[in-house]
């Protein structure tokens, strides 16, 4: 039997949306009519915004919480490529570094969605973490090649 071919003709559907008329229905009686025909004013929420808070994060808080977060993070670059450097096998090395950016990005991404200036900047930190471990490990890396070069700008840059 081919399939292509169909053995019984189908026909378009089309629907029809002609249901005929509805009858309105009166409120049901079990439910009880506002006195005067006036519903009572409902009670506002309480704002989001707290007066005496800031709704934004003074630039020295900023600079602070993203310095703290960048120092950690170039001393977890430095270790990690340290390790990396000395160890034979490279897999383990490797496989840390891969789950340090993950945590770095969950990281950030978790604390993004707290409504406040402070989680902000915390999460900006986080998610720029992995630039200052990279920072961390390049100046490790800077360090380890100017033992062998014969020509370093301050110990640190080859030239």
Same mark, same amino acid.
């Given at each position: 039997?081919?399939?292509?071919?169909?053995?019984?003709?189908?026909?378009?559907?089309?629907?029809?949306?002609?249901?005929?008329?509805?009858?309105? #229905?009166?409120?049901?009686?079990?439910?009880?009519?506002?006195? /005067?025909?006036?519903?009572?004013?409902?009670?506002?929420?309480?704002?989001?915004?707290?007066?005496?808070?800031?709704?934004?994060?003074?630039?020295?808080?900023?600079?602070? #919480?993203?310095?703290?977060?960048?120092?950690?993070?170039?001393?977890? /670059?430095?270790?990690?490529?340290?390790?990396?450097?000395?160890?034979?096998?490279?897999?383990?090395?490797?496989? #840390?570094?891969?789950?340090?950016?993950?945590? +770095?990005?969950?990281?950030?991404?978790?604390?993004?969605?707290?409504?406040?200036?402070?989680?902000?900047?915390?999460?900006?930190?986080?998610?720029?973490?992995?630039?200052?471990?990279?920072? /961390?490990?390049? #100046?490790?890396?800077?360090?380890?090649? +100017?033992?062998?070069?014969?020509? +370093?700008?301050?110990?640190?840059?080859?030239?």
């Amino acid at each position: 039997m081919d399939r292509d071919v169909l053995t019984e003709d189908t026909q378009e559907f089309t629907p029809t949306w002609d249901t005929g008329e509805l009858v309105a #229905v009166d409120a049901a009686p079990s439910e009880p009519s506002p006195a /005067g025909g006036r519903y009572p004013q409902p009670i506002p929420a309480p704002p989001v915004v707290v007066p005496g808070n800031y709704q934004h994060l003074k630039r020295w808080h900023f600079v602070l #919480v993203v310095a703290s977060v960048w120092t950690l993070a170039a001393a977890a /670059g430095w270790g990690l490529y340290h390790w990396w450097y000395h160890s034979i096998d490279k897999t383990a090395p490797v496989f #840390v570094v891969l789950v340090f950016l993950i945590l +770095c990005t969950v990281a950030g991404l978790l604390t993004a969605m707290a409504n406040r200036s402070v989680a902000s900047a915390l999460a900006i930190a986080f998610t720029s973490a992995p630039l200052a471990a990279t920072a /961390g490990a390049a #100046v490790l890396h800077g360090l380890y090649f +100017c033992e062998w070069a014969t020509r +370093c700008f301050v110990g640190l840059i080859p030239y």
